[in-house]
Each structure stands twice: as structure tokens, then as C-alpha cells.
């Protein structure tokens, strides 16, 4: 199980502050993705514009993070704090 | 009170300041960023903000930034706040307060722990206007 | 209470960020130089200081800075406060404050109006350290 | 009459924080020092090391700046505020 997190508009557009997914055993995080996709259509187009980041655990995801059972994965917008 | 908070009441930047300035009797410049809630954004007239965050992981980035500005300029000192909830037009959001023996690494630290914290800590700005409700999607 | 001014009271800096505040909605970042008086100077330890102005022209000095800063940067408005007389290690010397509607132009104005400060205005430092009193006779 | 005003270590070096003096008539800045080194030997290494600015009414006096009677000149050591 991941539970994964939506902030601000990305919370309106799911309409849910957080989920959680089972997912297969320790997947990257370009295949979290897809799952990301098919499970929110409302975000697809925010994942593909790349405009948001993603956190694992509340530390930045890269490209060679992998994402396994217990995570906390957050779904981060681009931030205007300050 | 700690020098990096994330918080919804309002500071004191007088208050702030002393604790930073507690930490040593070799401060000579302190600089400090405030930043406010502005009645314009965009030529959208702006009723009131209303500022979400991370819990956990947007400390975590505040307290980093302090500690590589600490590590990257010549500074004593460095206290950040900033606000969470509603914030009227006017009141303070955040706080950047760096303190050095000399003004100049003041100023750098400052200005660079600022653009840090919007590149880095995940808190999220909406704008409440009279023709609605809308969630910043750019840095100011 | 005037934006500008030269005193031997103390100064609050939240009460002199809101008196520059007060003057527009539009402010979104204001920028602070605070300087204090330090313990240490070229490795002599300091046990006060004293600062003597020359009272017309020292004054007409800041406000000039000030009309300067408004005419040559894009902030809303500056504050200027410095102190005289005596002053003790920790405590408020002068204070800079630019509000603007962004943050660059705020820190630009900021920094540039403490250095014209320590340039063109008619104020002297003297250290009293434990081996006696000497008037400072470079810029900081 | 002009009125000359010391401030900081030149007025420590003077032993005077103001004094009046008798010049001709419209002098010019350089004339002007010439008499202050005459009158104030004890701060003629300040005036010949061009670290002191002079004032003249509350403005900072160029090389074409003449002095009259009734004016107030003040002799200003390197600034410090700030």
C-alpha cells in the first residue's frame, strides 16, 4: 500500500487530499506514473506537462526513485510560498 | 521559540529579530525580507490569500535552507516563518531574518534564502479575487 | 512620526515597517537593514559607542537618499532612522526600510541607500574599547 | 564673519566645536584652506591629506566654490554613520 498525497489544485481536481493504492513491489517512478494516470484522469494532463514534482517519503523523487509498500508519495504543484 | 517555523499566527518581526540577534554580541547587519499580502496580482484585484503546505516535508526544507545558508555565507544567524491560512491584504506571509558581522553576506543570505524557499518549500499560495478563487501556479 | 529621521531614542523596527506599510495596499515585499552595534571591531574589543551627527545637514542627507531611492529604484516607499549618541553593544544603530511591490527592487534600493548612507551623510563613530576612546576613520 | 563648525576628531584636535573668523570677501576653497591650516596648525595633516570634506551652509563645497561672509563651513572627517 502507498498512500499518496494532493495539495492544492491537484486536491480540487481528484477531490480527495490523499489515497491509498496498492501498487506492484518496488516500481520506478516513470511506471507510478502511468498507474498515477489511469487511476486520476482529472491529473493526467498536470503529470504530462511535467509541471509537478513529486516527493517520496517528503523528499524530492528523481528519475531512479523507486516507490515500494509503505511509501508516502505526495503530488506536489509548482510552489508560490513565499 | 524556534528560529524556523511554519505557523498560522502572525510574528513580531522585532520579536524575530531578537532571536536571531540573541545567538551573538558579533552581529553587526542584520537584513531582513518581509514579505506582505498585496492588494494586486496580475491586474486581478486580490480580497485575501489562503496559503496550504506540507506538513512535515515544508519544515524540513525551511530548516534546510537555513542550514546551507549557514554553511554558504558568511552569516551568525538565520531565522525563517511564514504564515499558513488566511492572510488579509496587508499582513506579513513570511520572514527571512540573516544576521552577519557585516552587512554584505547579510544581504547575499537573504536574498538567497528567499528564492530558495519559493524554488524549494512546498507551500501553495490561493488567491481569493471577487471573480473567485485561484491557486498560484508561477513564482511571484 | 516622520519617515526619516535622526534620534537618540530607540526604535522599533515592526513600528517603523508599519509606518512605511501604511502607505499602499500594493506592498508585497519589504526589505530591512538593520545594523547593531557589534562587539568586536578590527580585534578590539568594544565596550560602547557614540555617534555624533551634524544636526541640519546630516538629516537632509537621508532625506535626500531617501527622494533618491523613490526616483532611481521601482519601490513604494524607504524609511530611514539612525541614532546618535551613545549606543550599546546589541543594540539598534540605523535602520533601512524599502517596501516595494516586488522583492528585487526592495533589496536593490535597500542596499544601496545603506551604502550612500555611510557615504555622503555627515555621522561620526566613535569606539570607546577598554584601552580607550578613538573616532573611526574608515568606512566599515 | 563666516563660522566654522569641527566635528568628531577634528574637533578634538581644534579644541573647539565652533569658531568665527574674519575672511575676505567671496574666497575661493583653496584659499579658504590655506588660512584654516594658518589659524588651526593642529589640523593641517587632515587638510592636506584630502580626507576631510568641507561643507559649506550644509553643502558639500567643490573646488569652484566661493566662501562669504555669513556663511557657515563646516570641516568634516571621514564619515562613519551607518
Known amino acids: 500500500m502507498v498512500k499518496i498525497r494532493f495539495f492544492a489544485m491537484l486536491k480540487n481536481k481528484v477531490g480527495q487530499e490523499e489515497v491509498k493504492l496498492d501498487v506492484p513491489e518496488n516500481i520506478s517512478l516513470e511506471k507510478f506514473k502511468q498507474i498515477l494516470k489511469k487511476e486520476f484522469p482529472a491529473i493526467t494532463e498536470f503529470l504530462d506537462k511535467k509541471s509537478i514534482m513529486i516527493s517520496v517519503n517528503q523528499e524530492f523523487a528523481t528519475k531512479n526513485t523507486m516507490i515500494k509498500d509503505g511509501d508516502e508519495v505526495a503530488l506536489l504543484p509548482p510552489f508560490s510560498g513565499g | ?140
Chains 1, 4 share one sequence.
Open chain 2, 1 to 140: 521559540m524556534e528560529l524556523v517555523r511554519i505557523q498560522k499566527q502572525d510574528f513580531s518581526v522585532t520579536e524575530e529579530i531578537e532571536l536571531v540577534k540573541a545567538v551573538s554580541k558579533s552581529i553587526g547587519g542584520v537584513v531582513v525580507f518581509l514579505g506582505t499580502g498585496r492588494d494586486i496580482s496580475k491586474s486581478e484585484e486580490i480580497v485575501r490569500l489562503d496559503f496550504e503546505h506540507y506538513p512535515g516535508m515544508a519544515e524540513k526544507k525551511l530548516q534546510e535552507i537555513r542550514v546551507r545558508a549557514l554553511d554558504n555565507f558568511n552569516i551568525i544567524e538565520m531565522g525563517i516563518v511564514h504564515r499558513i491560512g488566511k492572510i488579509e491584504i496587508g499582513e506579513n506571509i513570511v520572514l527571512i531574518v540573516a544576521a552577519a558581522q557585516h552587512r554584505n553576506d547579510a544581504f547575499m543570505a537573504c536574498e538567497w534564502a528567499i528564492a530558495e524557499l519559493k524554488r524549494i518549500t512546498p507551500i501553495w499560495k490561493k488567491e481569493i479575487t471577487k471573480k473567485g478563487e485561484v491557486w498560484v501556479e508561477e513564482h511571484p
